[in-house]
């Protein structure tokens, strides 16, 4: 296994990251499978491991717990979670305001059974609460021992760009990496997101490489395309009526056909993909069964020469995400037509 810096702390993680939303029951709801699971990814040289507080209604972040305790391995394990998504039907129990982060960081650190939390992230923006409020709080929790480092997910550019000038004008830590969406499907990214993070020297870790299992080798033109909760929770996502959907399909069987001539798995082409980018740290994987986590192991070891770099570029070229609900996080100001014309 390959261990990068992130960003610019020193700090050394695997080049693939295990991802625990799929620990509970929006997943594998057997607490002693996903344990092994977390052993097996052990075993094989993962030292970072990524959840949220909203995996399973923090469920994830108990299994992960109690399975790094039973194998004594929470000190040689980066461990990552996240606050900002509603965590019941208090209005304040979300966001990234200082009270909630607060709050939140203690149900976390008791959730996973730990003193501390090695990274803290920020799932989503939160336009309603000052970066520099959010700042401060997470930097008085750093310098209170709770959390070592903290980073942010899914943000756009110009809002990275803003929380490294407020960090520097109002000497708080700054955000150390940012998590962002990037698969074979969904590269915009590229545009700015990655440059940027690469410019300022801050870490990238990446989710959905797989993009919501499009480019698990399920989607197939001529098979049953599968339907699971996320076909019926995000229909723009996975409605094959529409146009944007099947551009993914046509660009999936594409993919397929040229991880076949290159003598890899689709799977293996997709994480291989994202790892190959100079800004990327860490991809996170998230398999729900031993036989998912083998299939992307096996990616750390593959490199993608030249040809097939630019068969992926002809296929979906540079900067592009064919679906753009596939983003992760959209203005507000774009989801009301009416809002932009007031």
């Known amino acids: 296994m390959e261990y990068r810096v992130l960003g610019r702390t020193g700090l050394k993680v695997s080049k693939i990251c295990l991802g625990g939303m799929m620990f509970g029951a929006w997943g594998n709801s057997d607490h002693e499978d996903s344990a092994k699971i977390i052993d097996r990814a052990l075993d ?3 030292n970072f491991i990524d959840t949220s507080d909203n995996y399973s209604a923090g469920e994830s972040e108990e299994i992960i717990g109690k399975a790094l305790a039973g194998a004594g391995a929470r000190d040689r394990v980066v461990l990552a979670t996240k606050c900002h998504m509603p965590m019941g039907e208090d209005p304040n129990s979300r966001g990234n305001s200082r009270r909630w982060i607060f709050q939140e960081v203690d149900n976390s650190l008791r959730r996973l059974g730990t003193d501390w939390i090695d990274l803290y992230q920020i799932h989503r ?4 609460t000052d970066v ?6 997470l930097t008085d929790l750093v310098r209170a021992g709770k959390i070592r480092y903290f980073g942010t997910s899914t943000f756009p550019a110009h809002l990275i760009v803003e929380a490294y000038w407020t960090a520097q004008v109002r000497a708080r830590e700054r955000f150390v990496c940012e998590q962002a969406p990037y698969s074979l499907l969904v590269r915009g990214v590229e545009a700015d997101v990655l440059p940027v993070c690469e ?3 801050t870490g990238v870790i990446t989710w959905s490489p797989l993009a919501g299992g499009w480019l698990s080798g399920t989607y197939r033109k001529g098979r049953e395309l599968p339907f699971t909760v996320r076909s019926f929770v995000l229909p723009e996502r996975y409605d094959m009526a ?3 959907n099947q551009r993914k399909l046509e660009a999936v069987e594409a993919f397929a056909h040229l991880a076949e001539q290159t003598g890899i ?4 082409l997709s994480l291989a993909f994202v790892l190959q980018h100079p800004a990327v740290t860490s991809v996170i994987i998230g398999p729900r069964t031993a036989e998912h986590l083998e299939s992307q192991l096996s990616a750390a070891s593959v490199t993608l020469e030249a040809g097939v770099l630019d068969e992926i570029d002809h296929i979906v070229p540079p900067g592009v995400t064919l679906n753009p609900h596939d983003a992760g996080w959209r203005h507000p100001a774009l989801e009301d037509q009416v809002r932009r014309r007031r």
């Open 125 to 128: 923006p939160d336009l309603v």
């Open 199 to 201: 410019k300022y020297g």
């Open 265 to 268: 798995t689709l799977v293996e």
């Open 44 to 46: 094989a040289g993962v």
């Open 132 to 137: 520099d409020e959010t700042l401060g709080a």
């Open 242 to 244: 529409l146009a944007d």
